[in-house]
């Protein structure tokens, strides 16, 4: 147990989840997928934290192993709860039912995580029922408040989720998160099921519940898109690693990382520098299974040289701007394009 010092909520150090991989009749282990393999990071209370990367990142491991759906392989993830900073994979039962009142997650899929059985009513009863908040009446009428909170009106409290919009659905599966007044929300591509017609207002949805209810959301996307006007700093990953940690503005303007500035230049946009080059991304993710020695990003950097190959950057801040961190032998030469205004 430790005290609060420096206003975080939460922090990850050296957290590593390798899933083993089993072969033959024996079901020996013969190595290990190394879906997350070392990051450390924070974020501080009422901060919106995005963390991004393309599919295989490891960010979706991230978010479940901080929220406990996953046990770790190493590090330690510290939560504060009643004053003290408190490891979540260290809970005594009942740690743990305080501990999922003060961490929500929101899905991918909102028809996936709603049981479609139930009317909405009772999928948000559910949390209040389990965690015996209030009298009956107490319950009922903060399902109401909740189904309100997010955009909906009462009359969608007796239908199922089959018969809500993607959009609804969502609504409901954030409602659902609010229930029990949690300071941390991980919201696991929150948008990437709905069409794009719906994102922004889902978005708008989450923003606005942040300033009125104080929220703090790690926000998981493949898409920097999705997190640029939300997140006040941005954690990129890359085959297990982070590989860049900025404030939101400073990542989009001047990226560090020649992989934040592929993500950067694979995202549409009207004022995107038309005069400047796109940068094409080439080939794919290495494998988590057999990752290679030196950067992770070695085959597909378009600035790699020799040393790159042979020795792995560790994540550090470079020396022009002390809040950002970037894991590239190159990150205080190279002179990478964002975007401009
Ligand atoms: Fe590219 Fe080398 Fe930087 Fe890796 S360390 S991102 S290969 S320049």
């Not at 295989?56 to 929220?67: A, E, F, H, L, V």
């Not at 990226?255 to 520098?273: C, D, F, G, M, W």
């Amino acid at each position: 147990m430790t005290k609060v010092t420096n206003g975080s909520l939460l922090q990850v150090t050296g957290l590593k989840k390798h899933f083993p991989v089993h072969k033959g009749i024996l079901k020996k282990i013969v190595g290990h997928i190394k879906a997350i393999d070392g990051i450390s990071f924070d974020i501080k209370e009422g901060e919106t934290v995005g963390l991004v990367g393309e599919s295989g990142s490891g960010k979706t491991t991230t978010g479940r192993s901080i929220i406990r759906l996953h046990p770790v392989t190493e590090g330690e993830i510290l939560f504060q709860m009643d004053g003290q900073m408190r490891n979540v994979h260290q809970l005594s039962k009942p740690e743990v039912k305080n501990f999922r009142r003060q961490m929500q997650m929101v899905f991918q899929n909102p028809f996936a995580s709603l049981d479609p059985r139930m009317s909405i009513k009772h999928i948000l009863l559910e949390p209040l029922v389990t965690h015996k908040l209030g009298s009956r009446q107490d319950q009922l009428g903060k399902v109401e408040e909740l189904i309100s909170m997010v955009g909906l009106s009462t009359s969608h409290l007796d239908r199922y989720p089959h018969e809500l919009s993607g959009g609804q659905r969502q609504r409901v599966g954030i409602a659902r998160s609010l229930a029990l007044n949690p300071k941390l929300i991980i919201c696991d591509e929150p948008v990437s099921a709905l069409d794009v017609s719906v994102q922004a207002q889902v978005l708008n949805l989450l923003s606005n519940l942040q300033k009125e209810l104080r929220l703090t959301y790690l926000l998981v996307a493949h898409d920097l898109s999705v997190v640029e006007y939300m997140s006040d700093r941005i954690i990129v990953m890359y085959a297990g690693k982070i590989v860049e940690i900025a404030k939101s503005e400073d990542l989009y303007r001047q990226p560090k990382h020649p992989y934040t500035e592929a993500l950067i230049s694979a995202v549409p946009r009207q004022q995107y520098n038309s005069t400047s080059k796109r940068s094409i991304l080439p080939g794919t993710m290495p494998d988590a299974f057999n990752l290679p020695s030196g950067c992770n990003f070695y085959d597909r950097c378009r600035y790699a040289r020799d040393i790159c190959q042979q020795t792995d950057p560790d994540l550090a801040a470079i020396s022009a701007n002390k809040t950002t961190s970037v894991a590239c032998h190159l990150a205080d030469e190279l002179m990478l394009e964002g975007y401009t205004e």
